[in-house]
T-cell receptor
């Protein structure tokens, strides 16, 4: 159990375009989902926390107008990178939990390359 | 400020050579401590959750322990397939998010 999927696994786009990444909890209801980015050989950096049905909470320094997060249901959250630039190229990973002091289960990640 | 420090940054062992990875934490109040394994190009895979000092959990060749200031991940007689980055994270009391350490890159040579 506790499987989280992400789609797509890889995406290459041109500078200035927008990219949407989906995160789904397949066998449980996720009241809370988290979005991270990870640079090579570095640890995970939390971008935002989203609770189903409410606005996401962004970490300091993360532009909420650039990284749009929607958590429309208990099994789906989306991250849209708007007007992507090469510096947005990274590995984006989502995680999902049922809230409280509960384990977060991670998706397989999405590799974004902006040309 | 809540902080998690893992050591060593990297560790190379021979197959069968047991060792331990350390995770030291400074938090205002601990809700839970988590260990994950991450392979290159993949998302972290959940290993253990520890909630209180003195708690221990085991899974195959791995054993995690917790004190009030640190956690250890003991690996016994490792195999090459145990090679990965091991991440430690803490959840602070009253918060949902995890604070991650920088990870330990473990390489097991055959």
């Amino acid at each position: 159990g506790a499987v989280v999927s992400q789609h797509p696994s890889r995406v290459i786009c041109k500078s200035g375009t927008s990219v949407k990444i989906e995160c789904r909890s397949l066998d449980f209801q996720a009241t809370t989902m988290f979005w991270y980015r990870q640079f090579p050989k570095q640890s995970l950096m939390l971008m935002a926390t989203s609770n189903e049905g409410s606005k996401a909470t962004y970490e300091q320094g993360v532009e909420k107008d650039k990284f749009l997060i929607n958590h429309a249901s208990l099994t789906l959250s989306t991250l849209t990178v708007t007007s992507a630039h090469p510096e947005d190229s990274s590995f984006y990973i989502c995680s999902a939990g049922t809230g409280g002091a509960d384990t977060q289960y991670f998706g397989p990640g999405t590799r974004l390359t902006v040309l | 400020e809540d902080q998690v420090t893992q050591s060593p940054e990297a560790l190379r062992l021979q197959e069968g050579e047991s060792s331990s990875l350390n995770c030291s934490y400074t938090v205002s109040g601990l809700r839970g401590l988590f260990w994950y394994r991450q392979d290159p190009g993949k998302g972290p895979e959940f290993l253990f959750t520890l909630y209180s000092a003195g708690e221990e959990k085991e899974k195959e060749r791995l054993k995690a322990t917790l004190t009030k200031k640190e956690s250890f991940l003991h690996i016994t007689a490792p195999k090459p397939e145990d090679s990965a980055t091991y991440l430690c994270a803490v959840q602070v009391a009253g918060a949902q998010k995890l604070v991650f350490g920088q990870g330990t890159r473990l390489t097991i040579n055959p």
